[in-house]
């Protein structure tokens, strides 16, 4: 059983890769080999749309044509057996190296012919999100939505999805280096000291679950 997790944030040491490593850290706790993907300065671009995946051409069935970093990302994808995602918000969605990822991940895999996955086996996955903004932030902004409409992606073309949200983050370890005379620095850094560790818990709970969720079997839920 192996799971591989894929770091959607330039920042290596930042909320994305903290969340992740829990995440890993559980499916590891739950018996599972491990393996870390850093999207950011592989050298890929999202989705061309040149539709190779959806011709009468012996690339159908076949993943992504274009051929470049993404390739041999996917080919370990397929290979291992359940997948997590961590990426921060930027401009109110999941990183473009994490999006880029996404692209030609899930529409290589969206099956035009019929509701049911390509794909041989399911896949399950996991997906890490955090943001600056707060809940009210979130339901205001609809960001929620998005998240949610990414693992709803995956649940359709791979297997079963959760995510989780990590809200109010800190972006900083020292505010005062940075101009961030609007940001409520003591209010934010009290709340993260409380909430945090609870979110590297739950992210660590759900990489445990997503090693159990490697022997459910779920339905393709329809996308319309
Ligand atoms: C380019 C950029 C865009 C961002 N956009 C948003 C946003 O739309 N909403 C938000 O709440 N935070 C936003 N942020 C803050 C990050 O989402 C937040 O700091 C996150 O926890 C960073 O994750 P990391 O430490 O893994 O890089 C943005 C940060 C950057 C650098």
Not at 20 to 46: I, V
Not at 116 to 142: A, H, I, T
Request: with cysteine; aromatic share 12%.
């Amino acid at each position: 059983m192996k799971v591989i997790g894929l770091n959607g944030s330039p920042r290596l040491k930042g909320n994305s890769m903290k969340l992740l490593n829990e995440a890993m850290r559980g499916a590891q706790e739950a018996g599972a080999e491990t393996q870390m993907m850093q999207l950011y300065g592989m050298n890929f671009k999202g989705c061309r749309s040149c539709f190779a995946c959806k011709s009468k051409t012996p690339f159908y069935g076949k993943g992504c044509a274009m051929k470049d970093d993404f390739t041999k990302v996917m080919e370990d994808m397929l290979e291992a057996d359940a997948w997590v995602f961590a990426s921060p918000i930027y401009n109110g969605h999941m990183s473009s190296s994490m999006s880029a990822l996404l692209e030609r991940l899930y529409f290589s895999h969206h099956n035009y012919d019929a509701h049911e996955r390509m794909v041989d086996k399911e896949y399950p996955s996991l997906l890490l999100y955090s943001l600056n903004g707060n809940q009210m932030f979130l339901d205001k902004m609809g960001i929620e939505n998005s998240c949610k409409y990414d693992s709803f992606l995956m649940q359709n073309a791979f297997g079963s999805s959760k995510y989780m949200v990590a809200k109010a983050t800190l972006q900083f370890d020292d505010y005062g280096k940075y101009h961030t005379a609007a940001v409520p620095v003591e209010k934010k850094t009290e709340y993260s000291k409380e909430h945090f560790p609870q979110d590297l818990n739950n992210a660590y709970e759900l990489g445990k679950d997503l090693v159990a969720r490697c022997s459910e079997k779920t339905e393709s839920p329809r996308l319309a």
